[in-house]
């Protein structure tokens, strides 16, 4: 059967093939350490398990209003005016089956045909690939490491045109961790308001963020800018929900409304249990919460200073999510067993082959140079893998 052009255009996730690929050689009774996970290793609350459970016995099995039910959208509306003191309306608040869900439906209502669309790299591997669904081409604005992975206003200014229609934010970021200070923010967000732009700033790792810094939400900055903002978020990282599938999105009530009509004529409602689950995370005790992010910025020190111990390793410190992205570019021209590491693949592949540890090669997210390393799994298995691949490397002096 023909399939249509857009599947065809559509490119399978680079994390999923690596992570099938480990699950083959562990079926094969091999000891691989995953360090590929894009979530975190901890259960869901309690709390949040009890409260589904009493949903389903009161028999809140129901199709719900499209967008979720009013006791969601008011715990919604209680965290950002209680995290940020950001204030909106029910009319303002949708939500749907995971961030990712919502981030798909935002770029199928906001973009065209001939729309530019700037996604700073490293990237959160949807992105692209969403933009492309809606029509819209992703310009990939780079960053480097010696910016701290972050764009500036003057690299943000050479990439927009009288095409450019949105800016893409992710802080912290997945993969590389960096994230942005009211100040940088304040910078970038001005160019962007100068020239028009909508952001869309994908916030589902405000939660997990070290050293003490605050997470600023763009929206905060201003009534201009709250207006000219699609913030993003959910329940999978926060509170370890990947599974229940809750997203949502805040911002001008057009918009959605538009996604509000969109996911009416495709997903309807999030599943109304996980919308309960939900409620219960947003309003119950946050104690755990802080528990997990002081657990993953220890996973987190250990990891970095073990990776930059490596001779041709530097790695970024990373102030959030649950990644560290190090820089592996100083093995690549190397050769092992008559085969030469040239990109991000192949070391992926040696380290695979040889620590018997998977990792996530960086051309996934827009980065070559690099690779992605999940800290989302126990301090054992941290340790283990690092000394696994700290061995490995000395075959390739
Ligand atoms: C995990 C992730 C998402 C999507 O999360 P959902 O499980 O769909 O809510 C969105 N953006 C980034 C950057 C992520 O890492």
Redesign the pocket.
Known sequence: MKLSARAQRLQPSATLTITAKAKSLKAQGVDVIGFGA??PDFDSPDHVKEEAIRAINDGMTKYTGVGGIDELKDAILHRLKEDHGLEYEKSEIIAS???????YNVMQVLFDSGDEVIVPAPY?V?YPEQIKLAEATPIILETSEDDGFKITPDSLKKHINSNTKALIL?YP??PTGATYNEDELRAIVDVAMDAGLTIIS?E??EKIIYGGIKHIPVAALGEDVKKATIL?N????TYSM?GW???YAAGDKDVISAMSKLQGQSTSNPTSISQWAAIAAFTGDHGVIDDRTKEFEQRKNYIVEKLNDIPQITCFDPQG?FYVFPNVSGYYGKEFEGKIIKDSLDFTEFILVEAKVAVVPGVAFGSDDHVRISYATSMDDIVKGMDRITEALKKLP
Do not use: F, M, P, Q
């Open positions: 894009g979530e089956v995971g961030a990712k869900h919502t981030l959160w949807s992710n970021s997945n994908d589902i790792y993003v959910g329940v999978s990282k990947t599938r809750i997203g999510a």
